[in-house]
């Protein structure tokens, strides 16, 4: 059965520096979504991806955040200069189309800022 | 806005037993959908059940099954046989037409043996 990947299940990295967060979507849908998910609470919606573009975003997305599909596989959240609060799962799900419903979440990537 | 609201913080079933997961949720839209998903200690999500509101029936799949109470924004999971591998935080989440999820602050479920 198809299924959403995330690459690293864990990073690791110091204050400041850039990550990048990989996620590679079922591959005939068309809708991507970015969550996290601080130890302990609940999972937070970061962002959602469409057509190429972003449709919605939440407060949390701030500056320091950015989505991309470089290619017709990968989906991609970078963060610009981490923060110890950016400590957190970050999941990656996809939708197959404007019709359903059902979001399909990745294994998540455990990101811890040092 | 919209709020998923579940009260249990921790719950607690012998094998084998029934139990009952609690979700409200707050919203003015009349067309939506809601879930239940499953996190182990794997922290993967996965779906449970999923429930379209403008269905009256209640889901069901093989030993879940919910309880929707539209008018009262109620909708609670019921689990059947409750096996070890139930053992997992759950939550619930509310989503407006094919949008964004809004999830609850979950329940971890211990299945006893």
């Known amino acids: 059965e198809p299924e959403v990947t995330q690459t690293p299940s864990h990073q690791v990295t110091q204050m400041g520096q850039e990550v990048i967060l990989r996620c590679v979507p079922i591959?005939?849908?068309?809708?991507f979504y970015w969550y996290r998910q601080i130890l302990g609470q609940k999972v937070e919606f970061l962002v959602s991806?469409?057509?190429?573009?972003?449709?919605?975003k939440s407060e949390i997305f701030d500056d320091q955040f950015s989505v991309e599909r470089p290619d017709g596989s990968n989906f991609t959240l970078k963060i610009r200069s981490t923060k110890l609060e950016d400590s957190a799962m970050y999941f990656c799900?996809?939708?197959?189309?404007?019709?359903?419903?059902?979001?399909?979440f990745g294994p998540g990537t455990r990101l811890t800022v040092l | 806005a919209q709020t998923v609201t579940q009260s249990q913080p921790e719950m607690s079933v012998q094998e084998a037993e029934t139990v009952t997961l609690s979700c409200t949720y707050d919203?003015?839209?009349?067309?939506?959908?809601l879930f239940w998903y499953k996190q182990p200690p794997s922290r993967q999500m996965i779906l449970v059940i999923r429930?379209?509101?403008?269905?009256?029936q209640n889901a069901t799949e093989n030993r879940f099954s919910v309880n929707f109470q539209k008018a009262a924004k109620s909708f609670s999971l019921k689990i059947s046989d409750s096996q070890l591998g139930d053992t997992a935080m759950y939550f619930c989440?509310?989503?407006?037409?094919?949008?964004?999820?809004?999830f609850g602050t979950g329940t971890s479920l211990t299945v006893i043996p």
């Open positions: 799900a996809s939708r197959e189309d404007r019709v359903t419903d059902t979001q399909y």
């Open positions: 591959s005939n849908h068309l809708y």
């Open positions: 991806f469409y057509n190429n573009e972003i449709s919605e």
């Open positions: 919203t003015s839209e009349s067309n939506y959908y």
């Open positions: 429930q379209e509101a403008y269905k009256q």
């Open positions: 989440a509310f989503m407006k037409l094919r949008n964004q999820f809004y």
